[in-house]
């Protein structure tokens, strides 16, 4: 019985996606790319611009200009506030702006 055990086939585990990680860290890339731009707008915009007026501000304005519709959904009416550092909401707005990024790659027939 036991040898019966021992030569019994061992289930497979499901294959792994081995671009996932590559995923990912194009993901992490583009947002960072759009960011950045975001950012540079803001630069532009110079000193009385009123995203400029403090640095949560000026998060503020970047996490809009990088994904509106992210942005209203885990922020909404409630935007970060001076010292605040919410990483359960920054998390949401990470998820959300990547599902856009794929639902947009998807869209594009890629």
Do not use: H, W
């Not at 970060?80 to 594009?108: H, I, M, Y």
Request: hydrophobic residues 30%; glycine residues 4%.
């Amino acid at each position: 019985m036991l040898a019966l055990l021992l030569l019994a086939p061992i289930p497979a585990e499901p294959a792994k996606k081995k671009n996932k990680g590559r995923t990912n860290l194009a993901m992490d890339r583009q947002m960072r790319e759009l960011r950045e731009e975001c950012e540079q707008k803001m630069e532009r915009a110079g000193i009385r611009d009123s995203c400029n007026v403090s640095p949560i501000a000026r998060e503020n304005c970047v996490l809009r200009c990088s994904s509106s519709a992210c942005y209203d959904e885990v922020y909404g009416s409630d935007s970060l506030e001076e010292g605040e550092v919410d990483t359960l909401r920054n998390r949401r707005f990470r998820t959300c702006f990547k599902e856009q990024l794929r639902t947009k790659k998807s869209s594009n027939g890629s």
